[in-house]
């Protein structure tokens, strides 16, 4: 599977890089995981959103999902042909004034994660895990058909017991790495050694930090976990464009 990076800050948007948003492509599927601000720009740059096959959401949060409203907008306005003729947006039925939401005339329809067992959306597996965050949260674990290398996205979320059980053994461990190591609590997001500590332990083979601080020294988040991370584990910042083969 293809993992491209069309958004990576977490908050807001910030010198011309949408919040979280990611494109996972297999076997010709395109699911879009979360849908930040600035996503369906960036998203455009590598695919028209009429070829999306599916979109998930890890929770509510605008820097996960203020782009939602504008995609079922290009859903139903732009012209060209379309993957599919209702997109289906997985999400957590779990906040109705949200989750209803996702129901757009003509153009997308909400559908509920069932997050007590896997659930196959196109050629993925997906496994879902609650997070610690202050609205419902799903972290996830993602396969492929006939592909043994799975991803962990932490989505958003601090530190707590169980998530390191979540992780281990993830090819590629996409990681909420909001804050440096001296980041006071309360916190709703990992800092730096959280991340190379869940990457070393759940013996990971690769790391990429996401969800950065748009106003924050990507340089020195980067350092901090280079300096607590196991050196085997390969390290990347995520941003735009970025492709991940997993
Ligand atoms: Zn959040």
Redesign the pocket.
């Known amino acids: 599977m293809k993992l491209t990076v069309i958004g990576a800050c977490?908050g807001y948007p910030a010198k011309g890089q949408a919040t979280?948003a990611f494109l996972l492509q297999s076997q010709g599927f395109n699911l879009l995981i979360d849908c930040g601000s600035g996503a369906l720009l960036a998203l455009q740059k590598v695919l028209s959103p009429l070829q999306l096959d599916a979109v998930l959401l890890?929770?509510f949060?605008a820097?996960?999902v203020a782009d939602v409203g504008v995609l079922q907008h290009f859903w139903q306005l732009a012209p060209g042909p379309k993957k599919v003729p209702i997109l289906p947006i997985y999400a957590s039925n779990q906040q109705p004034e949200n989750f209803d939401k996702l129901d757009w005339p003509a153009s997308t329809v909400k559908r509920a994660l069932d997050v007590t067992k896997p659930m196959q959306i196109g050629p993925f597996t997906l496994t879902f895990f609650k997070t610690k965050?202050?609205?419902e949260?799903y972290a996830v674990r993602i396969k492929e058909a006939g592909n043994c290398h799975e991803l962990v996205y932490t989505?958003?979320t601090t530190l707590f017991d169980g998530l390191n059980d979540f992780i281990a053994g993830a090819d590629v461990l996409l990681a909420?790495t909001n804050f440096l190591a001296n980041q006071p609590n309360p916190r709703?997001?990992l800092t730096t050694t959280e991340t190379a500590m869940l990457a070393n332990t759940g013996h990971v083979k690769n790391v990429i930090l996401t969800?950065l601080p748009p106003f924050g020294d990507i340089d020195a988040l980067k350092r901090e976990v280079v300096a607590a991370l196991t050196p085997d584990i390969r390290l990347t910042i995520a941003q735009e464009g970025l492709i991940c083969e997993i």
């Open positions: 977490g979280s890890t929770h949060h820097d996960h965050h202050p609205v949260t989505a958003d909420d709703w997001h969800h």
